[in-house]
C-alpha cells in the first residue's frame, strides 16, 4: 500500500481513511494489529471532529474548568517553594520536583485515566465523573496541605497533589475532540488560554495579597475557586452522545500498542517537541519566586509579582495567536512564540532589577501566550478522535516526566553555579531545541473558517 492510498478522493477515500483510523484503534474490541504504517496521521490527512461551532457562551462554559485548574497550577508553582521554606529538610533539588504541576506519579496514571474515561458510560456523560472525582481529591489536599502537616504526610500528598487535579484535567482537555470542530479549535483555545490566566491571576494576586498574613487562608481560597470554576463546567456543558461502549474483553500486547503508537508519527513527533519544551519551563517556574528573593532582593510575598506581567502578557498574546493559527496554520505561528520565547528567556537571565524582570517577563508572557492558546488544540488534531481522552493522557503522562525532570535538572545547576540564572539559561536553549523538534510534526489539514 502507498501512502497516496490514504488519500484517495471522494466517498471511497473516506471510507478507507476510517477503516485506517479503527485499525490504529488498538485498545478496541478484540485488539487489532496495526501493521500498516501508512494510516498515520500526515498532513495529507484532515483534522476531524464535530461539525457544529461552539457559541461564545458555550465556549465561556467550558473554559472555567480552565481557570480552576490553572489557579491550582500557578499556586503550586509559585507557592510550594515558599511552603517548603518551613521544611528545611528538603534539598533545593526536591524543591522543584514538589513545587510543579506535573506529578512523576501521574505520568503513568494519566494514560489509563484517559483510556477509561474513554470507555466510561454514565448519565452524566464519559468526562463529568471524572472532573468531580478529581476536583475533590484536590480540594481535599490542599485543605490537607494548609495545616502544614508532618513531613513525610506532606511530603506524599504534595506529590501526589498534581495527578488528582490532572484526573479532571485530562479528559477536561479530551472534551474539545469531542465538541470543537478542528476550524475552531484555534478561537476556543484562546478562549481556554484567557480563563488560563484568570486563574493564574486571581491565585497570584490571593498570594500577593494575603500569603505574608495567613497562607493558609490562600490554600482555602485557591481550592474554592478551583471547586465553583469546574462546578459551572460540569453543571453548564452538555457532552454529546458517547460511541457505543467496546463490549469484547480488551486485550493488552504491550509490544502491538507501543507499535501502534508510534505509528502515529506526527503524535508521537509533537508529543516529544512538546516534552522538550515543558522540559525547560520545567526548570524555571518552580524557582521563580526564589530568584526574586535571592537574585533580586525581593520579600517572599513581593516576589509573587514576577508573575503578573507575565499572566496579563499571556492574555494578549493568546488573543491573535488562535485567530492567527484556524487561518494560517496552528504550527507556523506555534513556532513562531516557541522562537521568541528562548530569546526572551536568555535576556531574562541577565536582569539586575525588579522592573527590569517586570519587563521581561511580560514579553515572555507574549510568546507564551502562543503555547498556551494552541499546544492543546494542536496535539487534539493528532488524536485519534475514539481515543482523545487516552491519547491526551499519554501526552500529558509524558509532559508530567519532562517537567519534573527539568526542574531537577535546573536544581543540579543552580546548586552548581550557586545562582538562581542558570534556570533561565537552560529554558532558553531547550525551548529552542523543542522548536527544532516542532519543524519536523506535518500538521493535519485543517478547512479554513471564510
Known amino acids: 500500500m502507498h501512502r497516496s492510498d490514504c488519500r484517495r478522493p471522494n466517498a471511497l477515500a473516506q471510507a478507507f481513511d476510517e477503516v485506517c483510523r479503527v485499525r490504529e484503534h488498538l485498545l478496541a474490541d478484540r485488539l487489532p494489529t496495526l501493521t ?34 490553572n489557579a491550582v497550577y500557578n499556586f503550586l508553582n509559585g507557592a510550594a517553594g515558599l511552603y517548603l521554606n518551613r521544611y528545611p529538610e528538603v534539598p533545593i533539588w526536591l524543591v522543584g520536583l514538589l513545587s510543579q504541576e506535573r506529578s512523576l506519579a501521574g505520568a503513568f496514571a494519566q494514560p489509563i485515566v484517559g483510556a477509561l474515561s474513554d470507555r466510561t458510560r454514565t448519565r452524566i456523560g464519559r468526562r463529568k465523573p471524572y472532573f468531580i472525582a478529581g476536583v475533590a481529591l484536590t480540594a481535599a489536599s490542599l485543605l490537607y496541605l494548609s495545616g502544614f502537616p508532618p513531613l513525610v504526610p506532606m511530603l506524599i500528598v504534595l506529590s501526589i497533589n498534581a495527578f488528582f487535579l490532572n484526573v479532571a484535567v485530562d479528559p477536561y482537555t479530551a472534551l474539545m475532540a469531542d465538541l470543537v470542530p478542528p476550524s475552531q479549535r484555534g478561537r476556543v483555545g484562546t478562549v481556554l488560554a484567557i480563563f488560563n490566566m484568570l486563574g493564574q491571576i486571581a491565585a497570584t494576586l490571593i ?17 474554592a475557586i478551583l471547586v465553583v470554576s469546574f462546578t459551572i463546567t460540569t453543571i453548564g456543558v452538555r457532552e454529546p452522545e458517547s460511541p457505543p461502549a467496546p463490549k469484547d474483553r480488551v486485550k493488552i500486547d504491550v509490544g502491538k500498542y507501543v507499535r501502534g503508537l508510534l505509528a502515529q508519527r506526527e503524535l508521537t513527533k509533537y508529543v516529544l517537541a512538546a516534552a522538550v519544551f515543558w522540559l525547560g519551563t520545567g526548570g524555571v517556574i518552580p524557582y521563580l519566586t526564589r530568584f526574586a528573593v535571592n537574585e533580586l532582593g525581593t520579600s517572599e510575598g513581593d516576589s509573587f509579582q514576577l508573575f503578573l506581567p507575565a499572566l496579563l502578557g499571556t492574555i494578549v498574546g493568546a488573543i491573535p495567536a488562535g485567530y492567527l493559527a484556524d487561518r494560517i496554520g496552528k504550527k ?29 517577563m511580560a514579553f515572555i508572557g507574549l ?6 492558546a494552541l499546544n492543546v488544540p494542536l496535539l487534539v488534531d493528532l488524536v485519534i478522535p475514539e481515543r482523545a481522552a487516552e491519547m491526551t493522557g499519554l501526552g500529558s503522562g509524558v509532559w508530567s516526566l519532562a517537567q519534573p525532570i527539568g526542574a531537577v535538572i535546573a536544581g543540579i545547576l543552580i546548586g552548581n553555579f550557586d545562582s538562581y540564572r542558570a534556570s533561565f539559561v537552560g529554558a532558553a536553549v531547550l525551548v529552542f531545541v523543542a522548536f527544532l523538534l516542532l519543524l519536523i510534526v506535518r500538521a493535519p489539514k485543517v478547512t479554513r473558517p471564510v
Open 36 to 69: 500498516d504504517r501508512h494510516c498515520a496521521r500526515t498532513s495529507g490527512v484532515e483534522a476531524t471532529g464535530p461539525t457544529r461551532p461552539l457559541t461564545f457562551r458555550e465556549s465561556v462554559v467550558y473554559g472555567f474548568g480552565n481557570l480552576g485548574a
Open 207 to 223: 498570594a500577593l495579597f494575603l500569603w505574608g498574613q495567613s497562607p493558609q487562608l490562600v490554600f482555602v481560597l485557591v481550592a
Open 332 to 360: 507556523p505561528v506555534l513556532a513562531v512564540g516557541m522562537v521568541a520565547f528562548s530569546v526572551i528567556a536568555l535576556i531574562g537571565s541577565q536582569v539586575q532589577t525588579v522592573p527590569q524582570a517586570l519587563v521581561v
Open 367 to 372: 510568546a507564551n501566550g502562543v503555547w498556551t
